[in-house]
């Protein structure tokens, strides 16, 4: 019996047997050059999701194996969710293999922004999550700004040996990827990619010059990202697909912003001030009074403040609310997977809700 054929899209091995299971295709499509499986096939051809059997385990196996290999890790962030987007503990699973992070979406920052800002800002975070990279540089994959550059780098750091790329699911990785193939070979799309969280299933290898191979890694789901919470068919209000318009606020003590129904921002105390939202160009932005604001969302979520919808709003979990007290002015108040809104002036006190086990931090501002 010949051993089954992988799936060119997310990896897996292909069988014939279970309609429902991991890897089905139908017996006709073995005999093509190419195959793909129907899970793949439906997301490349109807943007369809259908759950997936992995576990989280499952993809922590796959991670543990990269610290065994010799090799250069490739780890993408996604610039608009950069902490959402981080692997936590990365660097204990990449033995001594240097790491090149690679922050995708850059395309999404406002053009005012400059990049060796936000590559200093991301070599800071970095090293206070405890990772050290080779180099940092920022694309967008989906663009290809930023592709050729990258390129030359893993060429330069990979050393002859083999590369793996690792991040978070909905970072871009398989888009990342695809570009770099289509690079090299001129071929158009090879992997699967969608909106949808965790579409690669098992370690793809593409084959580079020398006989050394690009390995794309599972995309490894992170619990308290936004997009865990929302029903699939809502996902593309929440994803920026373009610059994003960041939208400012002038507001006295007492009031609340609402983003959606998915987040809640309260300016408690201090001098009149401004704040400056980054989020999705298309999520409607809502202001109250603080004293009206738990009545209005009581009674208007799902409609008046959306997404979600009235269909999915029993899906979201309670908000749950985190008070900071800001020192520094120009800092970030942060809703991983949905943005951030930036705090202009110092001392104040305010309070963020977003859905439970999503997180919520502050950071200086990146912008």
Not at 193 to 203: E, I, K, V, W, Y
Not at 304 to 317: E, G, K, M, N, S
């Amino acid at each position: 019996m010949n051993e089954m054929p992988q799936c060119i899209g997310c990896g897996t091995v292909i069988q014939t047997e279970d309609k429902n299971g991991l890897g089905y295709a139908p017996a006709s499509s073995l005999e093509k050059e190419t195959i793909i499986c129907q899970r793949c096939f439906r997301l490349k051809n109807y943007n369809e999701i259908q759950p997936v059997s992995l576990t989280d385990d499952d993809f922590l196996r796959i991670l543990n194996g990269l610290g065994q290999q010799q090799g250069l890790i490739v780890k993408i962030v996604d610039i608009f969710d950069f902490n959402g987007s981080w692997l936590p503990g990365l660097h204990r699973f990449v033995g001594k293999n240097p790491v090149l992070l690679v922050a995708n979406k850059a395309d999404l920052l406002p053009k005012s922004v400059k990049d060796k800002k936000v590559v200093n800002w991301l070599k800071r975070e970095a090293k206070a999550l405890g990772l050290k990279p080779i180099d940092v540089k920022l694309v967008s994959a989906h663009k290809g700004m930023g592709m050729q550059e990258v390129v030359e780098a893993i060429e330069e750091y990979r050393n002859g040996q083999d590369v793996y790329v690792v991040g978070c699911t909905n970072v871009g990785k398989s888009t990342f990827i695809n570009r770099i193939i289509k690079q090299a070979t001129g071929e158009g799309e090879v992997i699967t990619t969608s909106h949808f969280p965790g579409t690669t299933l098992d370690m793809i290898g593409i084959p580079l010059d020398d006989g050394a191979a690009l390995f794309d890694t599972p995309g490894i789901i992170n619990h308290h990202q936004m997009a865990h919470h929302i029903d699939s068919s809502e996902l593309k209000y929440i994803m920026p697909k373009k610059e994003i318009k960041p939208k400012v606020y002038q507001q006295n003590e007492g009031q609340t912003l609402f983003i959606g129904a998915l987040a809640r921002f309260d300016f408690i105390k201090g001098e009149r001030s401004a704040f400056t939202v980054h989020v999705a160009n298309d999520l409607p932005i809502h202001r109250t009074k603080l004293e009206r604001a738990d009545l209005l969302y009581a009674e208007h979520k799902g409609e008046l403040l959306a997404p979600p919808t009235a269909a999915h709003i029993d899906q979201l979990p309670e908000l749950v609310r985190h008070e900071f007290s800001i020192k520094e002015a120009k800092t970030d108040v942060v809703f991983s997977g949905l943005g951030w809104i930036t705090v202009q002036h110092a001392n104040v006190v305010v309070a963020a809700f977003a859905p439970k086990g999503v997180e919520v931090f502050v950071r200086p501002s990146l912008i």
